[in-house]
Structure formats: C-alpha cells, structure tokens
C-alpha cells in the first residue's frame, strides 16, 4: 500500500498550530485519520487541555487512534520540526495572522508547505507574508465532526503542486476540498453563510425575533438538529466578531457593521460554547432539549 497520497506523504507529520475551537477539531481530524500531529499554542496547557477535549469526541475506535497520533509541542520550534505542513489557527486579525506565518514560514523545512484556517480573509496578504507564496493555501473547515465541506483558496503565486498537496491532505482526514478559483473575501460557501448570520444578527438587535426562534425556523425548515445561533454559538461568539469586522472593514457598509449586542455579548465573556454561554447556556444547551421545537420563546 503507497505511502503517499498525490503527493501528500501520510507517514510525515503535520504540525497545527492554535489549538482554539478550529485547531483542535483540524488536529482531531488528523489524529483520527492516522496522521502524526503535533499540536502547539502559545498559551500554557492550551494545547493539552485541546487534546483532553479531542479525545472526548471519539468512539473507541478512533479514540486509540486520537490518543496515540495527536500530540503537543511544548515549541513552536518543536511542532515544525520536520513537518510536511505547518497549518495555522490564530484568530481572524490579518496583523496577527501575517506575524504567526512569518515566524512559522522561517522555521518549517524548504520542501514544507504553509496553510491557513482564515474564515474570511484572502490568501495573497497572507501569504506574502510567509516567504514561500508558492507552497502557501488558504484551507478554510467547517466543523470536520461532522461536514466533510472544506474550502480552498490560492493566490496567483500558488504552485499548481501546492494546490495538489492541499486536495490530497484534505482528502486523506475525510474531507472533500471545493476549490474557490480565484480570491475574494470569505470564499464561496462562507459568503452564503455570512448572509444568513449577517440577516439573524440583524433581526435580534433590532427586536424582529429572537435567537431561539430563529434556530427553530431553520431547524423546522430543513430538518436539521442545530440553527444559525446554535452555530455561531459552537463557533465562538468571538471568532463571529472578528470575522464581522473584516467584512465591514472591506466594504464600509454601515450594513455590514457588527451588531452592539454581539459587541457588548462578547465584551462580558459570553462567547458561546468555548465559555459556557453565548446565545444559549452550555451544557445541554436549549436547542439539544427535545421539546425546544414545539415550545414558545417565552414559555
């Protein structure tokens, strides 16, 4: 059996770097699907705590497979060593993102590549930043527990090899890569999804519905188990923010400015799952009740 999946080697090691809410479902799903991953972040027993919790979300076959592969860096020099892939999971700040991949391009080896979890932001800024344009992706998962969609963006400085490196990676956790060809801002499927949370934040500040109905009309709707506010919960209020801002930032739509509730939401810790409140209070959150469908808002 080959070793190798087009030329994504599945015997070297990928190093995920943030172990946020997005690093630790992307190292889960490497672990999971056999690869060595070395999982860094710059806050202390971060990335342990993220592999305790990786652990949670795997059956007992996957458990082993989790438990042995997954592993944490106590460096960012550590978690490079070797690696075929450095793949970033900072938050949505471009200044932050561009420091994090010029630290990461500088130590990972020549024939290494570099890839970034951006949500909304475009490829070429960040990858003029990383000193190797031509092995640099943007790669942006959903939730890979449970949607096998990822998102692919390159830039013009994208070698064709990176992008065949980008889809065999993918493909070797499970995922399937849609390829956005050419670069705007929240790729292609994040824009759709950006419309309905841009319409839901909307609807609550200015008092047309509430987070729980909303949710109950899309779950109703599609016969789906989770809403746009149940999502943006498990996504992290935070992240929602950070990525609002990005929008605004480019367009100056006043439109397209975050809601002063999510900014006061997120200013009081209330980020979500990641902080046990945000549109709903964690655990057993509202929308996993069996009755939360049929009950009124106020009841």
């Known amino acids: 059996m080959s070793n190798k999946m087009g030329n994504f080697d599945l015997t070297r090691p990928v190093a995920i770097i943030g172990a946020g809410v997005m690093g630790t479902k992307v190292a889960w799903a490497c672990a999971r699907a056999g690869l060595i991953t070395e999982l860094f972040d710059i806050e202390e027993g971060k990335a342990s705590g993220a592999k305790t919790l990786a652990l949670t979300w795997s059956a007992d076959a996957e458990h082993h497979a989790v438990k042995n592969n997954l592993h944490v860096a106590e460096s960012l020099e550590a978690a490079l060593r070797g690696a075929q892939l450095g793949f970033e999971n900072v938050p949505e700040r471009l200044e932050l993102k561009q420091k994090v991949h010029r630290q990461i391009g500088a130590l990972l080896d020549d024939n290494a590549y570099l890839g970034s979890n951006a949500s909304s932001l475009t490829c070429t800024p960040l990858a003029e930043s990383s000193g190797r344009a031509s092995r640099f992706f943007n790669l942006n998962f959903t939730d890979p527990r449970y949607m096998q969609l990822v998102e692919l963006m390159t830039c013009a400085d994208t070698a064709s090899e990176t992008i065949v490196f980008?889809?065999?990676?993918?493909?070797?956790?499970?995922?399937?890569?849609?390829?956005?060809?050419?670069?705007?801002?929240?790729?292609?499927?994040?824009?759709?999804?950006?419309?309905?949370?841009?319409?839901?934040?909307?609807?609550?500040?200015?008092?047309?519905?509430?987070?729980?109905?909303?949710?109950?009309?899309?779950?109703?709707?599609?016969?789906?188990?989770?809403?746009?506010?149940?999502?943006?919960?498990?996504?992290g209020l935070h992240s929602i923010l950070s990525i609002e801002k990005v929008y605004h930032q480019d367009s100056n739509d006043p439109t397209d400015r975050a809601p002063d509730f999510l900014v006061e939401m997120v200013e009081r810790g209330e980020t979500g799952l990641p902080a046990g409140k945000g549109f709903y209070t964690y655990p057993n959150p509202e929308y996993r009740q069996p009755d939360f469908l049929v009950r009124d808002a106020d009841d």
């Open 166 to 235: 980008a889809k065999a990676w993918a493909r070797a956790i499970g995922m399937i890569p849609i390829w956005v060809r050419k670069e705007q801002l929240g790729y292609s499927f994040n824009r759709m999804w950006r419309v309905i949370k841009k319409e839901a934040l909307r609807q609550i500040a200015q008092g047309y519905s509430t987070p729980q109905d909303i949710d109950r009309s899309w779950m109703l709707s599609f016969g789906v188990e989770q809403g746009p506010c149940g999502l943006m919960d498990e996504v």
